[in-house]
């Protein structure tokens, strides 16, 4: 063997150790066995490939679905100096010739294929001619029909295995449920091959979840609060919501810009470039948007719609700090939003189908309703143990709750006696007793319950019912004028077999003491805060010159880094995480001088 595995992360990557289970893997394919690697979003999957391919003589080929990812990653490797290159369908011919020269030639150690492209023009023909060390098959999910992803092409790729029996495979997947595991080691032959299964917790994302009462206003607070310069991404389900949000961002000085699949497909290239490549870029988005995107520097991600379900929701807050340092994963939702997920699932679907996807709905519901650690609640759902995390809204300050049995079932008597026929306003007009037109109208004055809810506030019985509407007890029927209406699940409560508990209300809006310090980049003096900026500015300069995206010179956190030792010499910056010889050789005096200058 040529080279140690840490050297090269040392020296190429600089980064100073393993993270995880990366040298174990990366030991077990330099063995020239497969290998099946779950690990989360940002948990360093790459380098699992990466360094074996460095390390073996000839090349390793990574298939991967998403153009995107492919030339982001193939622009950060040639960044480090490590020969890499891509090979897909949007390509030019030319360029697909001349990569194809080079592979022949092994100009290249690592090269990123399509999965169609694999299969296509003699290429396994050409492969068989060379010498291949290693097959990283990326996403691997995609081969599963359970999956979010399925692509058909994957499954071609068993045939690797028959071809090549020689050669280790790897395979790579963010996603952790166990029905797509059993199933990519199926139809990709690796039931031999070791599985490695890493937490998917993220740690260094804040969850918080509030409910609405002005989303804009509440959204513009927790940016400007916490984010007030940084990336982020607002989700929204409706483009003209995207527009209108995006706007009303600008006119408050921030930098957004809209993404969805409305716009033409040069607006929307262009808006994620912008994205990609300037700071502090806040992407108004529908789900469109994000899939390929692997921007580390993403500070918040906040949901200002509800996700269908709770792995959509992983998947979308998890595009929040990928770079390992503090991030905000926000959301805001209310009773209408319930009803308005709910009557968008399951159109063109199976009665069975359409059942589960009501249940996982119902289960994103709990985790929003849910008064313990959020943390520990989304990873049980992903069949992980683990203790309250102190780093979601609800550990850092605990809920106080009460106990609201009676004016449940009051509730849901009001609905019963109304007919179930009404709203969720004349239900609460009936508990206050507010003589509105509707109520004299249908006589509703004259029930006995009316104005029997006096002692609890508008907003506490939003908040109730939206809580019925979450357990599934109350449904809201958007084709009969949003008219409530109970379910068989409530039955208990009625019996009185059940207790019902809420958090208690406050009527601030955001409480932004409630949240953890601030995922923003701030040092305590004003001198750090200068340099760190300068760092950013040259930064910025150094990629708009090269065309690529920032990061892919410095993450932040090796700016960071720099702004806590100032490094003097080449070397001392050699010392930082991120600073490999590549990027020393290219950047290091630029950036010596700006900390020298400072
Ligand atoms: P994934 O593919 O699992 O989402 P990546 O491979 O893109 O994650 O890695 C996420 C980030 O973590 C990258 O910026 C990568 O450079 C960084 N990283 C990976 N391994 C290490 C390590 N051992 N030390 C420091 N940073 C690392
Ligand atoms: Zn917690």
Redesign the pocket.
């Known amino acids: 063997m040529l080279r140690k595995p840490l050297d090269i992360?040392q020296n190429t990557?600089g980064?100073p150790?393993?993270?995880g289970a990366?040298s174990e893997i990366i030991d077990h394919v330099l063995g020239n066995r497969d290998a099946l690697v779950l690990?989360?979003?940002?948990?360093?999957?790459?380098?699992c490939y990466q360094i074996p391919a460095l390390i073996f003589e000839g090349l390793t080929v990574v298939i991967s679905p998403l153009i995107a990812l492919m030339q982001n990653q193939v622009m950060a490797l040639r960044e480090l100096g490590v020969e890499a290159a891509a090979l897909n369908s949007g390509m030019p011919l030319l360029d697909r010739q001349r990569v194809i020269e080079d592979v022949q030639a092994n100009k290249v150690k690592l090269l990123y294929i399509a999965p169609e492209r694999l299969f296509a023009d003699g290429f396994f023909d050409l492969l068989k001619k060379i010498q291949v060390s290693l097959f990283a098959i990326d996403e691997a999910h995609c081969v599963s029909q359970w999956g979010h992803d399925f692509r058909p092409e994957y499954l071609r790729l068993s045939a690797l295995h028959e071809i090549f029996p020689n050669v280790p495979r790897i395979a790579l997947t963010?996603t952790a449920d166990s029905a797509t595991q059993n199933d990519i080691q199926e139809r990709l032959n690796l039931t031999y091959g070791r599985t490695f299964k890493s937490s998917f917790d993220r740690p260094n994302i804040q969850y918080h979840v509030t409910t609405k009462n002005n989303a804009v206003s509440q959204l513009l607070s927790f940016i400007t609060s916490q984010h007030k310069s940084d990336a982020g991404i607002v989700y929204c389900m409706s483009r003209k919501k995207v527009e209108s949000i995006s706007e009303k961002l600008n006119t408050h000085g921030f930098k957004s810009l809209p993404y969805h699949a409305g716009l033409n497909t040069e607006e929307r290239a262009r808006n994620q470039e912008v994205f990609l490549k300037e700071d502090g870029i806040i992407m108004v988005a529908t789900i469109a948007f994000g899939m390929g995107i692997?921007k580390?520097d993403v500070r918040f991600v906040a949901h200002l719609d509800l996700p269908k379900n709770l792995e959509a929701y992983y998947q979308e807050t998890g595009r929040a700090g990928?770079?390992?340092l503090p991030a905000d994963a926000w959301m805001t939702y209310g009773q209408q939003d319930i009803a308005k997920v709910r009557n968008l699932l399951g159109t063109n679907q199976s009665r069975a189908q359409l059942a589960i996807e009501h249940q996982k709905f119902n289960a994103l519901l709990s985790y929003c309703e849910n008064l313990k650690c959020r943390r520990k609640y989304l990873l049980k759902y992903f069949d992980e143990k683990s203790d309250d995390c102190g780093n979601c809204d609800n550990c850092l300050t605990k809920p106080e709750t009460i106990d609201t049995t009676e004016e449940a079932r009051l509730a849901l008597s009001a609905i019963f006696r109304t007919g179930q026929l009404y709203g969720a306003t004349h239900i609460i007009d009936v508990l206050l007793g507010n003589e509105t037109d509707k109520v004299s109208t249908a006589s509703h004055n004259s029930l006995a319950l009316f104005g029997k809810g006096k002692h609890k506030t508008k907003q506490e019985w939003q908040a109730i019912l939206r809580q019925l509407l979450a357990k599934d007890y109350v449904l809201q029927d958007m084709e009969n004028f949003g008219s409530l209406k109970l379910t068989e699940a409530c039955r208990p409560l009625l019996k009185g077999e059940e207790t019902f508990v809420s958090r208690k209300l406050y009527m601030s809006k955001l409480k932004t003491s409630s949240m953890g310090t601030p995922s923003s980049v701030v040092f305590n003096n004003d001198e750090d805060n200068s340099l760190f900026s300068k760092l950013k500015e040259l930064r910025l300069e150094l990629a708009r010159k090269a065309n690529i995206p920032p990061y892919v010179i410095f993450?932040d956190k090796t700016l960071i880094e720099m702004v806590f030792n100032r490094p003097t010499t080449l070397d001392e910056l050699s010392g930082i995480?991120g600073v490999g010889t590549t990027k020393r050789d290219k950047y290091g005096n630029l950036f010596l001088n700006q900390i020298l200058q400072n």
């Open positions: 992360l990557f980064y150790q393993f993270r990366q690990m989360p979003t940002g948990g360093g999957k790459s380098l963010a692997d580390p990928r770079d390992g993450h995480q």
